[in-house]
T-cell receptor
């Protein structure tokens, strides 16, 4: 079952702008993960943030986690046309046989 | 590292045919692999968790006799869609996780298989 909700569902920006996507979840987690999916392809892992971490960076990506609000955000800075893809959050829940619970995804379009 | 290979990438076949999809971890051992189904513009739907050397754990509503999963080695899991019908047409994706137990490790995905049943 899906427990994650992401907003916005779709986002269209110009190259060079920043893109922010949000994810909310419902239960306690071990970690939260962000993935990217290009059209018709598999998913690529971007960042994993543990429940005791509040912020994590990887290149142009910045992820925050607020466990009190059960929410996370993914910021892509200085976006490029190649960042156009769908972005999904997924939570690894305590005691859930290690399967991930997926959000509905945000479709990002970066216009050149 | 952590490469997962899935094939075939595209299958078109007649109704009633059984189709096998392979998922291989190329440079790591995966005691657990996952099979997902994805409809257009939607999120991933977990079908089953495949455990090496034991029976797969299917999600509620997924017919185990329809979607046969075999995880015979630490690097290979297969999904067989038996007697496929047009409603089985979908994008199927596998993933594998490195590490065991409670380690905080991401899943690594294959490139998916687009199945079209005529």
């Amino acid at each position: 079952s899906q427990q994650g909700e992401e907003d916005p569902q779709a986002l269209s920006i110009q190259e060079g702008e920043n893109a922010t996507m949000n994810c909310s979840y419902k239960t306690s987690i071990n970690n939260l993960q962000w993935y990217r999916q290009n059209s018709g392809r598999g998913l690529v892992h971007l960042i994993l943030i543990r429940s005791n971490e509040r912020e994590k960076h990887s290149g142009r990506l910045r992820v925050t986690l607020d466990t009190s609000k059960k929410s996370s955000s993914l910021l892509i800075t200085a976006s490029r046309a190649a960042d156009t893809a769908s972005y999904f959050c997924a939570t690894d829940n305590a005691g859930n046989n290690r399967k991930l619970i997926w959000g509905l995804g945000t479709s990002l379009a970066v216009n050149p | 590292g952590a490469v997962v290979s899935q094939h075939p990438s595209w299958v078109i076949c007649k109704s009633g045919t059984s189709v096998k999809i392979e998922c291989r971890s190329l440079d790591f051992q995966a005691t657990t692999m996952f099979w997902y189904r994805q409809f257009p513009k939607q999120s991933l739907m977990l079908m089953a968790t495949s455990n090496e050397g034991s029976k797969a754990t299917y999600e509620q509503g997924v017919e185990k006799d329809k979607f046969l999963i075999n995880h015979a080695s630490l690097t290979l899991s297969t999904l067989t869609v038996t007697s496929a019908h047009p409603e089985d047409s979908s994008f199927y994706i596998c993933s594998a996780r490195t590490g065991t137990g409670l380690s905080n490790q991401p899943q690594h995905f294959g490139d998916g298989t687009r199945l079209s049943i005529l």
